[in-house]
């Protein structure tokens, strides 16, 4: 079992800043993949960025590209984002996600709260 929480959140002004925070618990942290997905009210789920066990490759959405970074401290049991150059469009929340099968992603946070104004 996994228990992921997001942390970081909150209110900025468009061009700002934020770093989201999830921490993770449960099983062993450095052995799987994580991501961050978002979701703005009235759309579905997307994918915003991935990071492997090690650190050594991620990947990102085309919208985030050069704007996010993913990375995690393994030593922390901690995967953050940093967002910057925010965009009324970031608007959303923000979920942690866990992969142990490396298929799917499978555990879950409970979601934070990132609203850009413009």
């Known amino acids: 079992q996994v228990q992921l929480v997001e942390s970081g959140g909150g209110l900025v002004q468009a061009g700002g800043s934020l770093r989201l925070s999830c921490a993770a618990s449960?099983?062993?942290?450095?052995?799987?993949?994580m991501g961050w997905f978002r979701q703005a009210p009235g759309k579905e789920r997307e994918f915003v960025a991935t990071?492997?066990?090690?650190?050594?490759?991620?990947y990102y959405a085309e919208s985030v590209k050069g704007r996010f970074t993913i990375s995690r401290d393994n030593a922390k049991n901690t995967v953050y984002l940093q967002m910057n150059s925010l965009k009324p469009d970031d608007t959303a929340v923000y979920y942690c996600?866990?992969?142990?099968?490396?298929?799917?992603?499978?555990?879950w946070g409970q979601g934070t709260q990132v609203t850009v104004s413009s």
């Open positions: 996600a866990a992969t142990t099968t490396g298929s799917s992603f499978d555990y």
């Open positions: 449960g099983r062993t942290f450095s052995s799987y993949a």
């Open positions: 990071i492997n066990w090690s650190a050594g490759s991620s």
